[in-house]
């Protein structure tokens, strides 16, 4: 006990004289945390720019236009004269889609001739391109029914009779957890902890490599009497409460603060990220016990945590990847936590509906167990080529 | 004058020259750097458009509730089921038992169909099917939402058509959209998400590997240094500019080879956009990478060791990515952060060469990311020089400090103490 005490006191130690602990532990998982909620704000973006082509320039068309810029997130920004120009403003990047009306529409919707609008929406902005897809279509929509409204009024129907025969079959969108379709909510979930749980690799990494590789490995085993179960407490201890208290400080700030969904109460979700962090440290051992040169050790992190974030499956879902990924993806903390997160904060479920991840975090927790005795052999006998 | 100008620029070019192969070979031989120089612009760009490499998501499971169990709502399930968003894959007799399936995750979203569907449809009477989409991921959100607005716009206009008793055939098409409208997805036809993040990520990792990998060599020339300098002191190492040049022209010819790859190889093999004209695009690629190399050589100066390199700029690929506009609209990003954005190449880089390659712009069309990256190129080569002037200054002062301190030791040897 008491040689876990001195290993503990000398890590940190370590950890206030190098300020790279300082910047790993605290500042940049807090400046990515303030970050990425500022950056996305109230979690929906507005008045995405579009630009108008409207050829025919009627008091129908403009209606049109004006109902389009009454959406919320849609503004127009500008009219071009025709498609190339808009098309051009497009590749210069001042707008990410725009509509197009083409001469005579007007004419050709009394005549019942059926004119056709389009829009153009880039997909290379993904998101708003999608969020500007649904108001246009949307207003599309209204315009062909605006015409027939008009003429349901003037015989008489009710609105009620009137949009009965508009629209028969409505869609009634409950969308679960998220009613908001807040992207803060869809994203930084994950994202922190992702954030949180590399630096957790790095950090573990960085701790047991910097001792091989400056030749105190032995001093530090000599610390614990040899054994290396205590020298490893002792040194992940001080380590996990830093990051325990990051762990807790997200937690709070993101269901407490923020009022993210939380359904099973920031309880259930504090277990979850002690879960998490405590399955980093021990892959993180992994990481070095395998790769035990520094560089290597921390590459290997880089690449495990920088590629958490695609595996994990929170942007593009896993089950539409290849299927030897779909396997690979489990090899992940992130993704065990994420479906913890969704299974508990976002539906609500009991932990114990998501136990086989639970059990998931678990395992990579005790790694090191595993681990112990090859890492000792290693740390007396590695010689640290630079 | 004219012989010492002459000797003082063979000297000037003949040390450019044995830093600039300094350098390469100490990149070439030290295997940290070469993961970051080769590795990683080889592998990761493959990597990630093996991940993202089906684009969309197809075939969503959903689970069904027909308490109408009529023809009409059998016909609307027949058409969501035949879309290739979203599969049906049960038919449960209540919202418990759909629930059950979202619980085992067996489901990614419910679609409801009341009872009254067919009597209100058949009594002119609007109806309503409700859907419950799992919102862990938006794209099943978006599958579901589709499919069901599809659908249901469809059997719309085959429901006024009934109703409406045209006798042409022509009225009918004018029941079913008195105005028509056609959507066009320009510039990433299929939807696809590897279309949109891989150009992004592409050119992240080029500024990336270069921090990655200058920050390491440099690291490792302080560590191997008796005084942690950046330069080592020899009749070599005296001009700055010499040095900036040598250093910066040895990153250069790596990456040439590597930005060929990368831009020109990669989106070839996975058949990504890739219609921008390839003088355009190598004229931008030009200073972005000269832009890049310079800002990791300004940053090399933070770095004490070798590894803290990695742990100083892994994690900021994520804040990177979002701040360049492209996952997250440019025109939503607050202004705090748009200013803190123009700071990195890889801002403009994205989005000047998501617009070239994606879109097809001409360089005039990206003019402002391009002459934005050439003020970077020079303001970070200003500030590497910066950089590596202090260090050099500071080189030969404690080398001085070191010279003097020995001497004063020998001729204290030397006299005889009283």
């Known amino acids: 006990m008491r040689s876990i005490f001195h290993i503990a006191i000398r890590e940190i130690r370590i950890m206030i004289s190098r300020p790279i602990y300082g910047f790993a532990m605290v500042l940049a998982p807090l400046f990515c945390f303030y970050f990425l909620t500022s950056l996305m704000g109230s979690g929906l973006p507005t008045e995405l720019p579009l630009g108008l082509v409207d050829n025919d320039g009627t008091s129908t068309t403009r209606s049109l236009a004006r109902n389009l810029d009454a959406f919320q997130q849609t503004s127009i920004v500008q009219q071009y004269a025709n498609v190339s120009e808009a098309r051009s403003a497009l590749q210069e990047g001042d707008i990410y889609g725009f509509y197009y009306i083409p001469k005579g529409t007007t004419r050709k919707a009394q005549r019942q001739e059926i004119p056709t ?125 830093v990051f325990l208290l990051m762990g807790m400080l997200l937690t709070v700030y993101l269901y407490g603060y923020l009022h993210f969904p939380c359904r099973c109460g920031i309880p259930t979700m504090l277990l979850v990220m002690v879960l998490l962090i405590m399955a980093s440290q021990g892959l993180g051992v992994l990481m070095i016990t395998f790769l035990p040169t520094l560089r290597l050790g921390l590459s290997f992190a880089s690449l495990w945590g920088v590629l958490s974030f695609s595996l994990s499956g929170m942007s593009f879902p896993v089950m539409a990847m290849h299927p030897l990924l779909q396997g690979v993806s489990l090899l992940f903390p992130l993704r065990h936590y994420f479906l913890l997160y969704v299974n508990c904060a976002l539906h609500g479920y009991p932990l114990s509906n998501a136990l086989p991840y639970v059990i998931g975090l678990l395992c990579f927790a005790l790694l090191p167990v595993v681990l112990a005795g090859r890492l000792r052999v290693l740390l007396l006998t590695y010689k640290y080529v630079p | 004058m004219l012989n010492r100008l002459k000797t003082y620029w063979i000297k000037s070019c003949l040390d450019w020259n044995y830093i600039f192969r300094e350098e390469l070979r100490t990149c070439l031989k030290d295997p940290g750097v070469l993961i970051f120089f080769l590795l990683v612009p080889l592998a990761y760009p493959l990597l990630y458009s093996f991940i993202y490499t089906r684009e969309v998501v197809r075939e969503v499971p959903v689970a069904v509730v027909d308490d109408s169990q009529s023809s009409l709502s059998r016909r609307y399930l027949r058409h969501i089921d035949a879309t290739a968003d979203v599969r049906l894959m049960a038919h449960c007799a209540n919202m418990e038992e759909a629930r059950t399936l979202m619980r085992q995750r067996d489901a990614y979203g419910i679609i409801y169909i009341p009872e009254s569907f067919s009597r209100d449809l058949n009594r002119h009477q609007q109806t309503s099917v409700r859907i419950y989409p799992d919102m862990s991921g938006l794209l099943y959100y978006k599958a579901l939402l589709m499919a069901n607005t599809d659908v249901s716009l469809a059997m719309n206009a085959d429901i006024k058509v009934e109703r409406a008793g045209n006798t042409t055939e022509q009225q009918d098409k004018v029941t079913e959209h008195p105005i028509a409208y056609e959507e066009v997805s320009i510039f990433n036809p299929q939807n696809g998400f590897a279309a949109f993040l891989i150009p992004a990520v592409l050119i992240l990792i080029i500024q990336q590997t270069l921090l990655l990998g200058v920050g390491m060599s440099a690291g490792t020339a302080r560590e191997h240094n008796a005084f942690r300098h950046l330069t080592p002191i020899d009749k070599h190492h005296t001009g700055l500019l010499r040095i900036v040049f040598g250093k910066a022209a040895a990153y250069l010819l790596i990456y040439i080879p590597i930005a060929v790859y990368v831009f020109g190889v990669v989106p070839h093999m996975f058949s990504l956009n890739q219609i921008g004209s390839p003088i355009d695009l ?110 050099i200054r500071s080189a030969r002062r404690n080398v001085a400090q070191h010279w003097r301190a020995l001497r004063s030791r020998k001729t204290e040897q030397a006299l005889p103490t009283p």
Not at chain 2, 295 to 303: H, K, Y
Not at chain 2, 357 to 384: C, D, K, R
């Open chain 1, 117 to 241: 609008v389009s829009f153009y929406s880039n997909y290379s902005y993904l998101v708003a391109a999608s969020l500007l897809y649904r108001d246009m279509r949307m207003v599309s929509e209204l315009a062909g029914g605006a015409a027939t409204r008009s003429v349901l009024y003037a015989k008489g129907a009710t609105e009620g009779q009137a949009m009965a025969y508009l629209q028969p079959i409505v869609i009634d969108t409950h969308p679960i957890g998220n009613p908001w379709l807040n992207y803060a909510v869809y994203l930084c979930n994950t994202l922190l902890p992702g954030i949180l749980s590399l630096f957790v690799f790095m950090v573990t990494v960085y701790s047991i490599g910097t001792e091989v590789k400056r030749g105190t490995a032995r001093r530090w085993l000599t610390l614990a009497q040899g054994n290396i179960h205590r020298a490893l407490v002792g040194k992940l201890l001080p380590q996990f409460l």
């Open chain 2, 282 to 391: 190598l004229l931008f690629l030009i200073p972005y990478i000269i832009a890049c190399i310079f800002f990791a050589m300004t940053v090399s100066g933070l770095v004490r060791h070798r590894e803290t390199c990695i742990i100083l700029v892994v994690f900021s690929s994520v804040p990177l990515l979002f701040i360049s506009g492209v996952s997250w609209p440019g025109s939503a990003i607050p202004e705090l952060w748009r200013h803190l954005s123009y700071v990195f190449p890889s801002t403009f880089g994205i989005n000047g060469f998501v617009r070239i390659n994606n879109s097809a712009a001409t360089l005039s069309q990206v003019q402002n990311e391009w002459f934005a990256l050439w003020l970077q190129a020079i303001a970070y080569f200003f500030l590497s020089a910066v950089v590596y002037r202090r260090s």
